[in-house]
């Protein structure tokens, strides 16, 4: 089971989660088209990026852990059969003529993160079942540092009850302050720079470049 505790296998999993994640919240919003693009269009498209992005660092890991044997075996076949399944659209728009071309491309774009993610799960249950040891990894995973995890994930909710109640420079002093105890070491010049430069590019960012409707200090701007 080596081969599955590997840094790029489970990051792909991380990123096939979030975009499973992201259509699951955004499927009610209505998508419209490129050209007059609705709410949903954006988080469609990002979803889709994370979970093809996902399953290729996912089988990109699996690939290079697995023998020669399971190779010629397992990967194949499936690699032949989904390249199949993903350029059919295109394969009948050009059948069907040029005019549709766009189209057909569009349909096997929405079609390849679906298929590798089935495309994952196959080639890992097969990997696991019936695929011998393979080659040991060198990028096993480690155990879970819990102090950043913690500290990051405190700051992050801390920053989210802040923003609207305080407005976003406080709510960014706490983010900085609790994040910056998870590390090894905490220096108070660092975290205060960090503050300060952090302020300054998201309040020239945000608040005067893209004139969003947030306030730094509440009740002062």
Same mark, same amino acid.
């Given at each position: 089971?080596?081969?599955?505790?590997?840094? +790029?296998?489970?990051?792909?999993?991380?990123?096939?989660?979030?975009?499973? %994640?992201?259509?699951?919240?955004?499927?009610?919003?209505? @998508?419209?088209?490129?050209?007059?693009?609705?709410?949903?269009?954006?988080?469609?498209?990002?979803?889709?990026?994370?979970?093809?992005?996902?399953?290729?660092?996912?089988? &990109?890991?699996?690939?290079?852990?697995?023998?020669?044997?399971?190779?010629?075996?397992?990967? $194949?076949?499936?690699?032949?059969? &989904?390249? %199949?399944?993903? @350029?059919?659209? %295109? @394969?009948?728009?050009?059948?069907?003529?040029?005019?549709?071309?766009? /189209?057909?491309?569009?349909?096997?774009?929405?079609?390849?993160? +679906?298929?590798?993610?089935?495309?994952?799960?196959?080639?890992?249950?097969? &990997?696991? $079942?019936?695929?011998?040891?393979?080659? *040991?990894?060198?990028?096993?995973?480690?155990?879970?540092?819990?102090?950043?995890? /913690?500290?990051? /994930?405190? !700051?992050?909710?801390?920053?989210?009850?802040?923003?609207?109640?305080?407005?976003?420079?406080?709510? @960014?002093?706490?983010? %900085?302050?609790?994040?910056?105890?998870?590390?090894?070491?905490?220096?108070?010049?660092?975290?205060?720079?960090?503050?300060? *430069?952090?302020?300054?590019?998201?309040?020239?960012?945000?608040? $005067?470049?893209? !004139?969003?409707?947030? &306030?730094?200090?509440?009740?002062?701007?």
């Amino acid at each position: 089971m080596h081969r599955f505790l590997t840094k +790029d296998y489970l990051s792909g999993l991380m990123f096939i989660a979030f975009g499973l %994640v992201a259509l699951y919240f955004g499927q009610k919003l209505a @998508l419209g088209t490129p050209v007059r693009m609705g709410p949903g269009y954006v988080p469609r498209m990002l979803s889709i990026i994370m979970m093809t992005l996902g399953s290729v660092i996912g089988l &990109s890991a699996l690939f290079a852990t697995a023998d020669e044997r399971e190779r010629k075996r397992y990967w $194949v076949p499936v690699a032949a059969l &989904s390249a %199949v399944w993903v @350029l059919l659209p %295109v @394969l009948t728009g050009i059948l069907s003529g040029l005019a549709g071309l766009g /189209t057909a491309f569009g349909a096997a774009f929405l079609r390849l993160p +679906d298929t590798l993610v089935v495309d994952l799960a196959i080639l890992s249950l097969a &990997s696991a $079942v019936l695929g011998r040891r393979g080659v *040991v990894p060198d990028d096993l995973v480690e155990a879970p540092k819990w102090k950043p995890i /913690t500290m990051v /994930t405190i !700051g992050i909710v801390a920053f989210a009850l802040l923003f609207e109640r305080t407005g976003m420079l406080p709510a @960014l002093i706490v983010l %900085v302050l609790i994040s910056s105890w998870g590390g090894e070491e905490f220096k108070l010049t660092e975290v205060i720079g960090n503050i300060v *430069v952090l302020a300054i590019l998201c309040t020239l960012v945000f608040k $005067v470049g893209l !004139g969003m409707n947030i &306030s730094i200090v509440q009740g002062v701007w």
